[in-house]
C-alpha cells in the first residue's frame, strides 16, 4: 500500500474542505472496500479524509420517507425496525452480502459506491478501461461468467456488485448528497452510470461530493417485498442474479409492482417495462415468466455468461411465487 496523509473530520464542511485539496483525496469510513483497493494498488489516493464520525448515523421515518444516514452500518441497517417493516426486500438483500464481520463495519454510502469485484478491474496486471482509460477491456473475449448481460459496452461489461443498491433501485429512493456548491438529490436510477464511453466515470457525483443519505418513501405495499439471491455458495458470494420485488396484490390482481435485478447489469437494473405488463395480472408464474422475458429481450450474453438470462428469469419466478403465496 502506498503512504497517504489521513484527516478524521467531525463536520460536513471540514470533510469537504479536506476533500478539495490538491492531489486526489477520497472520503472513507468502514473501508471495506477502498481500503482492499488501496492494497491491490487499484486505487492510490494520497489522501484518505475519514468521516465515520460525521453526525449521518440515524435512520428516522420523516413524514412519508425514511431517512438512512450514510454512515449507517449495514448490520444495522437490516436489523432496523423501521427498515424490516417497511422494506423487507432491503433486510434480506444486506444480510445476503458479504459476511456479519463486514456488515458490521460498511456503511450505507459506501455500499451505493461500492466498485465492480471484476477480476480484470483488480488485477493490476491487467488493462482496464475503469482504471486506465482507453488501455481496452480484456473481460470482453475473457474470462467473464461473471460479467454483466445488460447496459454493457465496447469498452466495459463489468457487473455492478451491491446487493443494498439492487433493492434501493426497486424502491425510488432518492440519494442526499452534499457539495461546495450546496445540497443536492439525485434520484436513485441516475445515480449510477452506464459505462458507455466513460466506464471510469461510475456515478453522477461531482468531484468531491460527500453523500449524505438516502431517502426512501413509505408506501404500504412496499411491506409485500422480497429479494431472492442466486450464487454460487449458501454465503460471501456475489449474485450470478438476483431480484428485487414488490408487489401491490388486490383482489387477487397485481396493481402495482416494482423489480429490479443484480448479477446482471452494469448498475442496479430496474425493470420498468416489466413492472408495466405485471399491473393487472395474477401473481403466478405464467406472469413472472412473461415480465422476465420482456425485461432480459436486450441482453448481450458473452460467451460464458448467457446461462444468466435463463437463470434471472427463474429468479423472478421464484420471487413472485415466494409474494403470491398466502400470509
Known sequence: MMPFRFTPATQEENALKACSEPGAPRYVAGGTGLLDLMKLHVETPDHLVDVQNLPLGKIERQGQKIWVGAAVKNSDMATDPLIEKNFPLVSKALLSGASP??????????????????????????????????????????????????????????THASDLCVALSALDARVKVLGNGGERWIE????????????????????????????IPVTDWFRHSTYVKVRDR????????????????????????????????TVPWRAREAELFLAGQKPGERAARAAARIALTDTQPRKQNSFKIALAEETLVRAVLELGRPA
Open 188 to 215: 436513485f436510477a441516475d445515480f449510477h452510470r452506464l459505462p458507455g464511453d466513460t466506464p471510469h466515470v461510475e456515478t453522477s457525483l461531482a468531484p468531491g461530493e460527500l453523500v449524505l443519505g438516502v431517502e
Open 234 to 265: 449458501a454465503s460471501y458470494a456475489f449474485a450470478l442474479a438476483s431480484a428485487a420485488v414488490a408487489l401491490q396484490v388486490e383482489s387477487g390482481v397485481i396493481s402495482n409492482a416494482r423489480i429490479a435485478f443484480g448479477g446482471l447489469g
Open 101 to 158: 464481520q463486514l456488515r458490521n463495519l460498511a456503511t450505507l454510502a459506501g455500499n451505493l459506491l461500492q466498485r465492480t469485484r471484476c477480476s480484470y478491474f483488480r488485477d493490476t496486471a491487467w488493462s482496464c478501461n475503469k482504471r486506465k482509460p482507453g488501455s481496452g477491456c480484456p473481460a470482453l473475449e475473457g474470462q467473464n461468467r461473471m460479467h454483466a448481460v445488460l447496459g454493457g459496452s465496447r469498452h466495459c461489461i463489468a
